[in-house]
């Protein structure tokens, strides 16, 4: 299941966010989006991981505070076309 993750502090990086979510299972990928132009992070990122423990760091991580910040946690949707 591919979880989208928003509300990222901008000095999270890919790493930090593997680590967040490996104590529910394990990660296939995570990864955080950064501005093509500057490199910064964009406050977002997606992690792809086994669907029961997905459900689990939902339940855990959504609305938690990393660095003064609320996270939002949920399945990712598919990008709407512009």
């Known amino acids: 299941m ?3 993750v928003g509300n ?3 000095s999270v990086t890919d790493q930090d966010l593997e ?3 490996a104590p529910f299972g394990g990660v ?3 990864k955080v ?3 093509r132009e500057t490199g910064r992070s964009r406050g977002f990122g997606f992690v792809e991981m086994a669907d ?3 459900r689990s760091a939902i339940e855990d991580l959504n609305e938690s505070e990393i660095q003064g910040r609320k996270l939002t946690v949920n ?4 990008r ?3």
């Open 80 to 82: 709407k076309r512009r």
């Open 52 to 54: 029961d423990s997905a």
């Open 19 to 21: 680590e967040m979510f």
């Open 28 to 30: 296939d990928s995570a």
């Open 2 to 4: 591919k979880l989208f």
């Open 33 to 35: 989006i950064t501005d």
């Open 75 to 78: 399945e990712a949707r598919d």
């Open 8 to 10: 990222l502090p901008w």
